[in-house]
T-cell receptor, first 114, second 113 residues
Framework: NAGVTQTPKFRILKIGQSMTLQCAQD?????MYWYRQDPGMGLKLIYY???????DKGEVPNGYNVSRSTTEDFPLRLELAAPSQTSVYFC?????????????FGPGTRLTVL | DQQVKQNSPSLSVQEGRISILNCDYT??????FLWYKKYPAEGPTFLIS?????DKNEDGRFTVFLNKSAKHLSLHIVPSQPGDSAVYFC????????????FGPGTSLSVIP
């Protein structure tokens, strides 16, 4: 049981490049989330999904896109990378609603945009 | 405007003593609170939670206290151990739904042997 896995662990992008951060979970959780964490700040919700085919915006969705074609996978797409997207990105999943249930987090992807 | 505040960025405590981490919130509609712990280069892990119908929840060395009138909660760790050294995030939910949580900025706890 791997839990929540994220790839890559580290990535450096040039301004204007695009990339996809991968996230997968093997716990059959319906709910999945993408967060970013900037230095000295808490986790900010980017997008979330309550099941395959259903996604919704979080607090800071601009510059990102998501899709959820399967229960297991929830990739995050960055188009036209900007320095403001330099951050650590965490994917999480939960059995029920995040507000009332434990979220399981992946190890994170550290992204630098230069 | 931060809805969940952790005003102490860092805290140092001697091993064996009590660690008290504080959290304040501004939205009176929040009614479920969670604490997560994070080690460097890892994702956060769930520690303990409390709903607004309670004022205390205990799990081993960890106890969370909720004071709704003051919009304040605290996490007590007794006794503190060096392995407790981590960043602790307070989180809240329930403003309009429970599908997402709002995280505080975190408090970095150092337990000195």
């Amino acid at each position: 049981n791997a839990g929540v896995t994220q790839t890559p662990k580290f990535r450096i992008l040039k301004i204007g490049q695009s990339m996809t951060l991968q996230c997968a979970q093997d716990m059959n959780h319906n709910y999945m989330y993408w967060y970013r964490q900037d230095p000295g700040m808490g986790l900010k919700l980017i997008y979330y999904s309550v099941g395959a085919g259903i996604t919704d915006k979080g607090e800071v969705p601009n510059g990102y896109n998501v899709s959820r074609s399967t229960t297991e996978d929830f990739p995050l797409r960055l188009e036209l990378a900007a320095p403001s997207q330099t951050s650590v990105y965490f994917c999480a999943s939960s059995k029920g609603l995040a507000g009332g249930n434990e979220q399981f987090f992946g190890p994170g992807t550290r992204l630098t945009v230069l | 405007d931060q809805q969940v505040k952790q005003n102490s960025p860092s805290l140092s405590v001697q091993e064996g003593r009590i660690s008290i981490l504080n959290c304040d919130y501004t939205n009176s509609m929040f009614d479920y609170f969670l604490w997560y712990k994070k080690y460097p280069a890892e994702g956060p892990t769930f520690l303990i939670s409390i709903s607004s119908i309670k004022d205390k929840n205990e799990d081993g060395r960890f106890t969370v206290f909720l004071n709704k009138s003051a919009k304040h909660l605290s996490l007590h760790i007794v006794p503190s151990q060096p392995g407790d050294s981590a960043v602790y995030f307070c989180a809240a939910s329930g403003e309009t739904s429970y599908d997402k949580v709002i995280f505080g900025p975190g408090t970095s706890l150092s337990v000195i042997p």
